[in-house]
């Protein structure tokens, strides 16, 4: 159509999001011009402070607005428990579930030899150096239950051997879930972690 040409950059744009394909990113952007003054002109606001604004933590590599992140400057966050995430989203996955209390570090993807993934392309290396000068009693390896979240915990462990405590999430059947509707993967693994009663 003539005359769209801003719009149709906007719907480009948006359906480069995860989760949005053309058709959703059509209809979001339709929803927001229809709303342009109530949801538009507030996230265009939004979203130029946060492209000012956000930052990596130097540290941790959780998403914030200082060099610093809030939770590596809680004291009472420094438990000697580290808890490793593939990325900020399961880092803030966890801060929701508001379990644990000890500190975090995000490794910003995980190992694979297809895509030319090493160790020193993610945070490996700044892992090892935080286990030695932060007094880290144990780390939680909170990775993904696929081949390269795996692959990636068993580095980790062989790098860290001797070194700490090294844990990982326990895997299994989910509360509420049936076996019925269970994939053997997830079977095997919560057979293989059986524990007492």
Known sequence: ???TKDIDALIEL?????????????????H??????LLMAPLADAMQQVAVSARECLNCGNVGTSDICEICSDEQRATGALC???????????????????RYHVLGGSLSA??????????????IDRVASEQVS?????????IDGQTTAHYIADQLEGRVTVTSL?????????????????ISAALSARKAL
């Open 138 to 146: 144990e780390v939680i390896l909170a990775l993904n239950a696929t």
């Open 84 to 102: 490793v995430v593939e990325d900020v989203a399961d880092l803030w996955a966890m801060e929701r579930a508001a379990v644990f209390k000890g």
């Open 170 to 186: 326990a895997k299994g059947v989910p509360i509420g879930g049936e076996l019925d509707y269970l994939d053997d993967g997830t």
């Open 32 to 37: 927001l011009i229809r709303k342009r003054g």
């Open 114 to 127: 297809l895509d030319a993934i090493g160790p020193e392309e993610l945070r490996i290396p700044k892992l």
């Open 1 to 3: 159509m003539r005359g």
């Open 14 to 30: 948006m359906a480069k999001l995860p989760g949005l394909g053309p058709r959703s990113a059509r209809r979001a952007v339709l």
